[in-house]
């Protein structure tokens, strides 16, 4: 069992729909991560949260938007999605950003567009 | 692109025998770390070594690191068939970023 816990683990959702990913940690960890993984490919860095706050967007598109509404919760919300967005949406945490501390991953939510 | 190299993509070993994988990166870094992932599961992180580190052992896990080369490796010992699975080296570069860049990756199967 891993301490990040990502809901749902699996989402198959059309093109028009708005679904919402969601990530919740426990250990106090002040740093959160959405990373998108491709089939036999290393996870890719999406977003970073410091401390709640919103600290590195990497050029993702705006049908991604995520939320940290408090330190332990992270979300992400979905709409207007294309199948090549079709990933493994992996969160992670970590102590803080930077540092010589490893990250925590969850198990990831599987996304399938049709 | 920050991203590493792996090498080799895929491994095949028999149990008990050593794995060994190599990963190359670009950038002056602050550590370097080293996670598996199983098959449809999030990583899980082995472990890590510092810029001013050369070796570092955990349990079967020996990992390297030469900084001058760009370079470190991961050898387990003795693998066991639940060893099967891929294996990332990730760099915690030193541009202000702090954001971990993930190598290509390896998948080692052990056949029992």
Redesign the interface.
């Known amino acids: 069992d891993t301490e990040v816990t990502q809901t749902p683990k699996h989402l198959v959702m059309g093109m028009t729909n708005k679904k919402s990913l969601k990530c919740e940690q426990h250990m106090g960890h002040r740093a959160m991560y959405w990373y998108k993984q491709k089939a036999k490919k290393p996870p890719e860095l999406m977003f970073v949260y410091s401390y709640e706050k919103l600290s590195i967007n990497e050029s993702v598109p705006s049908r991604f938007s995520p939320e940290c509404p408090n330190s332990s919760l992270l979300n992400l919300h979905l709409h207007a999605l294309q199948p090549e967005d079709s990933a493994l949406y992996l969160c992670a945490s970590s102590q803080v950003t930077g540092s010589n501390q490893p990250q925590h991953f969850g198990d990831g939510t599987r996304l399938s567009i049709l | 692109s920050q ?1 590493g190299e792996e090498d080799p993509q895929a491994l095949s070993i028999q149990e008990g025998e050593n794995a060994t994988m190599n990963c190359s990166y670009k950038t002056s870094i ?2 370097l ?1 080293w ?1 598996r992932q199983n098959s ?6 082995l472990i ?1 070594i ?1 810029s001013n580190e050369r070796e570092k052992h955990s349990g079967r896990l020996r990992v390297t690191l030469d900084t001058s080369k760009k370079s470190s490796s991961l050898l387990i010992t003795a693998s066991r068939a639940a060893d099967t699975a891929s294996y ?1 080296c990730a760099t ?1 570069d030193q541009t202000g ?9 390896t ?1 080692l199967t052990v056949i029992p």
């Open positions: 991203q602050n550590n770390q996670y449809g599961r999030g990583l899980v992180h890590l510092r990332f915690l970023a702090n954001n971990l860049f993930f190598g290509t990756g998948r």
